[in-house]
């Protein structure tokens, strides 16, 4: 019976490291999200709704607490800016659910909020509801022929590989907090940098999605990227990417 159990633990041990992509999972997360969700600190379930709007997360569960909390709670104590500010956030990350059936409650809640402000997030979140929607079917696509990626990577890299800049963005600020140092993560950010940088210099959103990637590539520690930091200073003509592809590449030559 010990030798069994030793047996299934080794084998569990290494699937892990095979098969990264089937060893990870959604679970944990959305364990720690649904309990931040319910905390009764309001600065953890203010965070917990900032992460879900840039998850990509389908539970439905999930959405249901949200939606629940926010039809019971969105007129108590609106003179408070903090309550508002939290109110506002949940009703975004109820909109990232992509599901229309939830129009509903942001109509009450812009319809019959005494906060003004709160009015204006949640029409402004209802109109988001479909950019969700597509957004968290270029998140959840499944794995393209990746070598190395675990899901959570293959998410990313879905992200970074979007035609949508703001997701782009997202999913280079998500690989840079996270410290991860897949290099094939880090080809992929590499090979979309330098097909994008070039194009729309005179958009500020575009510009600022290709200087996260600058940093995503100063973040991965590999001096291998050092070509494409320098090319991109050398020939950009924007002012402010030149600035984060310099800054990237002295990150790298030092070794950061």
Same mark, same amino acid.
């Given at each position: +019976? ?9 084998l ?19 364990e720690?999200?649904?309990q ?5 600190? +309001? ?5 917990a709704?900032?992460n ?20 019971q709670?969105?007129n ?18 109820l ?5 229309s059936?939830?129009?509903v409650?942001l ?26 929607a ?12 990746y ?7 293959v ?11 703001k997701?782009k963005? %997202? ?32 958009? %500020?959103?575009?510009?600022?999605? +290709? ?26 003509d ?13 990150a ?5």
């Open positions: +019976m010990r030798k069994t159990v030793i047996y299934l633990l080794v569990g041990i290494v699937l892990a490291v095979v098969c990264p992509a089937s060893a990870a999972d959604r679970s944990l997360e959305l720690r999200l649904h931040q969700i319910r905390s009764r600190s +309001m600065s953890v379930r203010v965070l709704a900032k879900i709007t840039t998850s990509g997360i389908q539970d439905p569960q999930l959405f249901a607490t949200i939606n629940q909390q926010l039809r709670r969105f108590r104590r609106q003179t408070e800016k903090h309550y508002v500010d939290e109110m506002a956030w949940l009703c975004k990350a909109a990232s659910s992509g599901n059936d939830y129009a409650t109509k009450t809640i812009a319809r019959l909020s005494e906060s003004y402000k709160l009015r204006k997030y949640a029409r402004q979140s209802l109109e988001l509801i479909p950019d969700y597509q957004q968290n079917q270029i998140i959840n696509r499944s794995a393209r022929g070598l190395s990626l675990n899901t959570q990577e998410r990313w890299a879905n992200m970074i590989q979007s035609d949508n800049v997701l963005r %997202d999913g280079a600020k998500k690989i840079i907090r996270a410290g991860t140092l897949n290099e094939e993560l880090f080809d992929i950010i590499n090979a979309e940098l330098m097909a994008n940088y070039i194009i729309n210099t005179a958009d %500020d959103e575009h510009i600022d999605t +290709m200087a996260w990637l600058c940093k995503a590539l100063a973040a991965s520690g590999l001096t291998k990227y050092r070509t494409s930091l320098s090319e991109i200073y050398q020939t950009t924007n002012t402010k990417l030149k600035e984060h592809a310099e800054k990237a590449l002295n790298l030559s030092a070794g950061y």
